[in-house]
């Protein structure tokens, strides 16, 4: 059964810094575009940042240059550094992988939350 696992999430105050890893099993990891994304209270789920499987990364505007996302391929585990957060950065991240071949493979992780407040 596949699994992403979240962790690293908390409390921080604003301008503060927190790294989040999710670590998958059971899937060909190597071979996954592994994204994260959050959800605040009362809004939609939007895309943070996605790594493809060559290394390739994208971000949404409210955090490029101030999050990077990276992965290891031998830990099985994708990780997001979050730097210099502000107050709108809080929300609940989650860990996604996605794969297209003959049909689509989308995965996703329980969630981890993070609040930036002082």
């Known amino acids: 059964q596949v699994q992403l696992v979240e962790s690293g999430g908390g409390l921080v105050q604003p301008g503060g810094s927190l790294r989040l890893s999710c670590a998958a099993s059971?899937?060909?990891?190597?071979?996954?575009?592994m994204g994260w994304y959050r959800q605040a209270p009362a809004k939609q789920r939007e895309l943070v940042a996605v790594?493809?499987?060559?290394?390739?990364?994208n971000y949404a505007d409210s955090v490029k240059d101030r999050f990077i996302i990276s992965r290891d391929n031998a830990k099985n585990t994708v990780y997001l550094q979050m730097n210099s957060l502000k107050s709108e950065d809080t929300a609940v991240y989650y860990c996604?992988?996605?794969?297209?071949?003959?049909?689509?493979?989308?995965?996703w992780g329980q969630g981890t939350q993070v609040t930036v407040s002082s």
């Open positions: 059971e899937i060909i990891f190597s071979r996954y575009v």
């Open positions: 996604n992988a996605h794969r297209v071949t003959w049909t689509t493979y989308d995965y």
């Open positions: 790594i493809t499987s060559g290394g390739g990364t």
